[in-house]
């Protein structure tokens, strides 16, 4: 079975400065799928970012990218330019690429609880 | 273009009751997964429904149920409460088969007594 690990319960930064939360995965497919998602105090679950296992790029969206290590299983997110409207508990998870119905589920970490120190 | 919703916000019911919490998917989506989130913790998967049909199920025992209905809708239901079933319960929807991309609503959050 597959399992996320989160090992950094909470992360401060000063704003404008630089943060990167880590992640790791146990699993042994080779086709999978890695997301981050943000949880602001709204509770409604935000999509940062994803990363297809295939693709040896990592993936950028504007201040958020991901360092993707597919043979230490390893997934960190790197938040630039850190912003209030950044803090949230985020989570990363997985996602396995097999397409068949049984499989479609995601599984979580535990989540990263990200203050911005103002 | 309406996103995912749900209802109610919250709500308290008491040890032994039970609770029907309702999901509505973006527009155009047509397959709904539910999650709870305990506090404090990450999501874990209860279900997932495409055709009116539970397609796939996480380690819930079978006080969990659900429903899907022809608009795409979903119910989620949860008998014979116990305090542990307190959590954030979450909806999430997609569109097709293997698409991996869910759009979650805001949650309902369930308090037991």
């Known amino acids: 079975a597959q399992t996320v690990t989160q090992s950094q319960p909470e992360m401060s930064v000063q704003e404008a400065e630089t943060v990167t939360l880590s992640c790791t995965y146990d699993?042994?497919?080779?086709?999978?799928?890695l997301f981050w998602y943000k949880q602001p105090p709204s509770r409604q679950m935000i999509l940062v970012i994803r990363?297809?296992?295939?693709k040896q790029q990592n993936a950028t969206e504007n201040r958020f990218s991901v360092n993707f290590q597919k043979a230490a299983k390893s997934f960190s997110l790197k938040i630039s330019d850190s912003q209030l409207g950044d803090a949230a508990m985020y989570f990363c998870a997985y996602r396995s690429a097999k397409g068949y119905w049984g499989n479609y589920q995601l599984i979580w970490g535990a989540g990263t609880k990200l203050i911005i120190k103002p | 273009d309406a996103g995912v919703t749900q209802s109610p916000t919250h709500l308290i019911k008491t040890r032994g009751q039970q609770v029907t919490l309702r999901c509505s998917p973006k527009s155009g989506h047509d397959t709904v997964s539910w999650y709870q989130q305990a506090l404090g913790q990450g999501p874990q998967f209860i279900f997932q429904y495409y055709e009116e049909e539970e397609r796939q199920r996480g380690n819930f025992p079978d006080r969990f149920s659900g429903h899907q209905f022809p608009n795409y809708s979903s119910e989620l239901n949860v008998n014979a409460l116990l305090l542990g079933d307190s959590a954030l319960y979450l909806c999430?929807?997609?569109?097709?088969?293997?698409?991996?991309?869910?759009?979650f609503g805001p949650g309902t959050r369930l308090t037991v007594t």
């Open positions: 699993t042994s497919e080779s086709d999978y799928y």
């Open positions: 999430a929807s997609s569109k097709g088969q293997g698409t991996y991309e869910q759009y």
């Open positions: 990363q297809e296992a295939y």
